[in-house]
């Protein structure tokens, strides 16, 4: 006798930095599957007692905004900024799409019909995964296994395995050289369908999400060291400057070059903002240690 059933399941984790705006990348696995036999009502031996533990390695994506130290400078010293570079990493898509894949499987029931396929089970086997211009290429095989009847009397049940290859294409858009591509694959739903007594047509639907991790170095100022300024380069400096500014331009940098706050720059102009715009025209005072 054979007896498949669906047993669903509900979990909840507790994990106090989840909300609605992150991104999950959750890889379940049922493991330590046991079955015993129980009594029902009638304390008939027929019902079965199913355990089975759930290990699953969570991770959760989400932009956040980190306030970093990234320069300093002062008025009466010169700042030497010690710096380490750092290695980060962002999320920059997440994409899932399913490849569908039938093909007809061959059994071999050694002189006996096939009567009835009882269930099926399978699972994901990658060879290849290659980069394109529109994304990832995968190539792989689904490698199903088959119990089934037969009209045979010495052997009723048998099992067979076939092979489902397939290939699909993942599509991520601006794909960079230095991505990392992180891919989870499984099989979604599986069926079978009797065509003789010697052939199945299998159908499977195979799952691919990739998350697409863009890495990315910055520098992190991990101290600094006071020292006096080089003879004359304060004094070379002229006192007042006009400007006018690029795209590029930004008034921490131009108070930096000129010796000066930028307080003392948006007072000077009339500035309500910290922020410059291409074309803005600036007049630059050098502020003394001994205005301050």
Known sequence: MWFQEKVPFLC????????????????AEVKNI?????EDDDRESRVVLVEAGLSANIRLYAER????????????????????????????????????VNDTIQI???????LQICAGFGTVEMDRRTRTADGIRVEGAVRI???????SDTSPIEAAEGVLPFQHTIEIPGLL????????????????????SREAEAQAAVSLQAMVVSAGETELIRGME?????????????????????????LWDIAKRYHTTIEQIRKTNRLESDTAAA???????KQLPEQL
């Open 108 to 114: 071999e029931a050694q002189g006996s019909d096939i």
């Open 65 to 100: 905004k980190q306030e970093m130290l990234c320069d300093a400078y002062a008025l009466d010293h010169e700042l030497i900024l010690k710096k380490d570079a750092v290695s980060c990493a962002g999320l920059r898509m997440k994409n899932t799409s399913v490849c569908r």
């Open 226 to 250: 006071e020292a006096e300024f080089p003879t004359g380069e304060r004094s070379a400096q002229p006192s007042m400057v006009g400007l006018t500014l690029t795209a590029k331009d930004i």
């Open 279 to 285: 074309g803005m025209k600036l007049l630059v005072l």
């Open 12 to 27: 909840e984790f507790e994990i106090p930095e989840a909300d609605s705006s992150v991104v999950p990348y959750i890889v």
């Open 177 to 196: 050289p230095e991505d990392e591509v992180r891919l989870r694959h499984s099989v979604d739903a599986l069926s079978f369908l009797m065509k003789g």
């Open 145 to 151: 296994r088959i119990l089934y009847l037969t009209s």
């Open 34 to 38: 046991s079955c015993s036999s129980g």
